[in-house]
């Protein structure tokens, strides 16, 4: 599996942006670039995903690099529920298992 | 829906003890995982399963064993436990194909082994 590269951690102050960055140098054609968080003393969920080209939704949204090496994730407006590890995962597409790999992540701080 | 639960939420074994941790899901996923977190790190996956019968496993397998006689129950059984399997367990599921992108967690269950 290709391998991503995220800060260990980072810190935002409530109610402006952030942006998690994401290196992939090694990423394939066909890898799908995930985004999951995890909040304390839950499991992970689901946050956003792209390909291509860059995505919102009502979570956050995902600007991708032209050349695919790198991506962001960008909360709008951090909240103190926003405070978590967040993961940046390649899937392959295709496959029979859909695996997820997950690395350690960036632990967000918002400071109220 | 309930989504996917586990139990139990948390436990304390001796070691040498066994135990199964149940995980159940009612979205009628064909794909389920079981996950390990260590403290401060990421989740590895331990087996997985794509359809009732059929299971294979992950990266860190040794130690448990999986069955899936059902579409929603997919339990992890854990032989002679040993305290490198104290860890937080998370139990996931997902539909079929790649217009299904998500997997849905479990609350996690806190094992551990002394």
């Known amino acids: 599996d290709a391998k991503t590269t995220q800060p260990n951690s980072m810190e935002s102050n409530e109610e402006e942006p952030v942006h998690l960055p994401c290196n992939h140098s090694?990423?394939?054609?066909?890898?799908?670039i995930h985004w999951y968080r995890q909040l304390p003393s839950q499991g992970p969920e689901y946050v956003i995903h792209?390909?291509?080209s860059n995505v919102n939704n009502r979570m956050a949204s995902l600007a991708i690099a032209e050349d695919r090496k790198s991506s962001t994730l960008i909360l709008h407006r951090a909240t103190l529920r926003d405070a978590a590890v967040y993961y940046c995962i390649l899937r392959a597409r295709g496959g029979s298992n859909y695996k997820l790999t997950f690395g350690k992540g960036t632990l967000l701080t918002v400071n109220p | 829906n309930a989504g996917v639960t586990q139990t139990p939420k948390f436990r304390i074994l001796k070691i040498g003890q066994s135990m199964t941790l149940q995980c159940t899901q009612d979205?009628?996923?064909?794909?389920m995982y079981w996950y390990r977190q260590d403290p401060g790190m990421g989740l590895k996956l331990i087996y997985y399963s794509v359809g009732a019968g059929i299971t294979d496993k992950g990266e860190v397998p040794n130690g448990y064993n999986v069955s899936r006689s059902t579409t929603e129950d997919f339990p992890l059984r854990l032989e002679l436990a040993a305290p490198s399997q104290t860890s937080v367990y998370f139990c996931?599921?997902?539909?079929?194909?790649?217009?299904?992108?998500?997997?849905?967690f479990g609350p996690g269950t806190r094992l551990t082994v002394t």
């Open positions: 090694t990423i394939s054609g066909t890898d799908y």
């Open positions: 996931a599921s997902r539909e079929t194909g790649e217009g299904s992108y998500e997997q849905y």
């Open positions: 792209g390909l291509t």
């Open positions: 979205m009628n996923h064909n794909y």
